[in-house]
DNA sequence: TAAGTATATTATTATAATATAATATGAAAA
DNA sequence: TTTTCATATTATATTATAATAATATACTTA
């Protein structure tokens, strides 16, 4: 009984942590603003630069911290780098938070 | 036409700034379990403690900070302080991230 | 191959978050 | 009233993040 508990607080505690990665991942109001245009489909860096304002660099730089926390993949096909979200939950997230929030 | 756009992006902006702040003040494993304990109903420091571990300070500490961005509220009865969900919307986001990341 | 365009990288500085230890408050019990 | 217990606050050192400017890469077109 006891060891059950504490193994289940374990294990939220490994959740607790991967969850708050990605969280943190996601709270930074640009960031938040490029993964929702990015909800919406692939988009190039250039397009989300005009979507969601920002230097260049600080775009190139969110972009590639959310690609580093496997929240966003890229491919270049020809002049342009495309991102689009890698993992399903993320765009799940996305979507609650907008229908929490957005209301 | 081009206003309308571009109002919505200003009114996008505005939200992902909020919504931003909000997954910030949650983005921490430890403020992510406090969280997750008080979805399931008001709790005592202590209690919380007792749940979360980590030092009576940071949490605490982190307790202060999340009732500052309105997440949480708190209130004193005899020797121990209480503190809940404030908003409907915070309880509604810690059981969608239930949703989809825990299971 | 030279020039232009899109994107990435690096360096730097400023600011903010975190962990920790030490101390303070304030209610309750002895 | 002194002591104890629960919680809060303050101070501080360390580390992480953010913004910006400058430069580099690498593909494409002239």
């Not at 490029?34 to 919406?40: D, I, K, R, S, W």
């Not at 920002?54 to 775009?59: D, K, P, T």
């Amino acid at each position: 009984m006891k060891s059950q508990e504490s193994n289940s607080l374990v294990e939220m505690n490994e959740q607790c942590k991967s969850v708050a990665a990605i969280l943190k991942a996601i709270s930074h109001p640009q960031r938040l603003m490029l993964l929702c245009h990015l909800a919406e489909g692939e988009k190039s860096v250039g397009e989300l630069e005009g979507l969601c304002g920002g230097s260049q660099s600080s775009i190139s730089q969110f972009l590639k911290l959310m690609k580093l926390e496997n929240l966003l993949v890229s491919e270049k096909r020809g002049l342009y780098v495309y991102y689009r979200i890698h993992d399903s939950k993320i765009k799940k997230l996305v979507f609650s938070l907008h229908k929490i929030f957005c209301r």
